[in-house]
């Protein structure tokens, strides 16, 4: 189950099994991607909290809750200060159809089974999309104020990984 829904993810943001190129992107699709995927984990997080029993787990939702909420806020702050209306597109569709399914999966799991596949999911999740904001938006974004909001909103990601690497050796 656990590979299933790296996989899932995996694919949903590799450029090559794609029609197009997440590097051509322009800002407000890059801003658009972001905001649905700060959005899905969001949605992952309340999940957690609606199933799992175990501290780690519910802690680190709630962190996730807390930290994609204020990343959205001034990332909508930061697009109103533009002028600027974020685009849908062809990747922040393709990660919310995906993002349904593995909420489908994770619904089904209970308890130990649950946490184990919440974390690695987590930890897969946050290392594919921390890969393509590092390696793939913030060296196309054009907008100065843009691409510091990125800057930013990655180190808080890292920190994320890094803590869901620590969750899944907790759930083992």
Do not use: C, W
Request: glycine content about 6%; hydrophobic content about 50%; proline content about 2%.
């Amino acid at each position: 189950m656990k590979h299933l829904i790296t996989a899932a993810l995996m694919m949903a943001v590799a450029a090559p099994a794609l029609a197009s190129d997440p590097a051509k992107l322009n800002d407000l699709e890059i801003a658009h991607v972001a905001y649905v995927a700060d959005t899905i984990d969001i949605r992952y997080a309340h999940l957690a909290l609606a199933l799992s029993t175990t501290p780690e787990i519910r802690e680190f939702a709630n962190t996730m809750i807390r930290d994609h909420e204020a990343v959205n806020e001034a990332a909508l702050g930061l697009l109103a200060k533009l002028g600027a209306e974020a685009q849908d597109n062809f990747l922040s569709q393709k990660l919310a159809a995906d993002a349904q399914g593995i909420i489908d999966n994770l619904s089904t799991l209970r308890g130990a089974e649950f946490d184990q596949a919440y974390a690695a999911n987590e930890l897969g999740y946050h290392q594919a999309v921390n890969g393509l904001v590092e390696g793939v938006f913030i060296p196309n974004i054009d907008n100065a104020e843009v691409k510091a909001l990125f800057e930013q909103g990655l180190e808080i990601f890292k920190a994320h990984e890094g803590h869901a690497e620590m969750m899944v050796e907790a759930v083992k």
